[in-house]
């Protein structure tokens, strides 16, 4: 089919084709241009920094970059972030005669504001008995 031969269907007809064509592509086009939009408002809900700060309103601030994997320093923080508004905080902590961290502090936080604090202590370890160290 020449140039000449297209031009000579009815402009209705191939009007209508192109139409036709667009319509089909619109969904893709659409989640193609809204797809990074989503993706970049999206931040990770769990993540790992060095240091953490409580304001005086007890909001949980944290310090240092995110980052998803455990920094190698001797005490860093977990943050957890649910879908129920709820904040989960490990402090984990290399201790000596161990090689790996430890959770010296647990907190939660209710919106972003301290709700409650554990502290850690280990008083057994061993086999699956547990034996005193």
Same mark, same amino acid.
């Given at each position: 089919?020449?140039?000449?031969?297209?031009? /000579? %269907?009815?402009?209705?007809?191939?009007?209508?084709?192109?139409?036709?064509?667009?319509?089909?592509?619109?969904? %893709?086009?659409?989640?193609?241009?809204?797809?990074?939009?989503?993706?970049?408002?999206? &931040?990770?809900?769990? =993540? =790992?920094?060095? !240091?953490? $700060?409580? +304001?005086?309103?007890?909001?949980?601030?944290? *310090? !240092? /970059?995110?980052?998803?994997?455990?920094?190698?320093?001797?005490? =860093?923080?977990?943050?957890?972030?649910?879908?129920?508004?709820?904040?989960?905080?490990?402090?984990?902590?290399? $201790?000596?005669?161990?090689?790996? @961290?430890?959770? *010296?502090? =647990?907190? &939660? @936080?209710?919106?972003? *504001?301290? +709700?409650?604090?554990?502290?850690?202590? &280990?008083?057994?370890?061993? !086999?699956?008995? !547990?034996? %005193?160290?």
């Amino acid at each position: 089919m020449n140039l000449r031969s297209r031009r /000579s %269907l009815p402009k209705s007809s191939w009007s209508w084709r192109r139409l036709r064509t667009r319509l089909r592509m619109a969904p %893709l086009r659409a989640s193609l241009l809204v797809l990074p939009l989503i993706c970049t408002s999206c &931040e990770p809900t769990s =993540y =790992y920094v060095t !240091g953490l $700060q409580v +304001d005086r309103a007890w909001h949980l601030i944290p *310090v !240092g /970059s995110r980052s998803m994997r455990h920094p190698n320093k001797s005490s =860093y923080y977990f943050f957890f972030h649910t879908a129920t508004g709820l904040t989960l905080v490990h402090h984990l902590a290399n $201790q000596a005669g161990r090689t790996d @961290a430890v959770r *010296v502090l =647990y907190l &939660e @936080a209710k919106n972003n *504001v301290l +709700d409650r604090t554990v502290k850690t202590d &280990e008083i057994l370890r061993g !086999g699956v008995w !547990g034996c %005193l160290r």
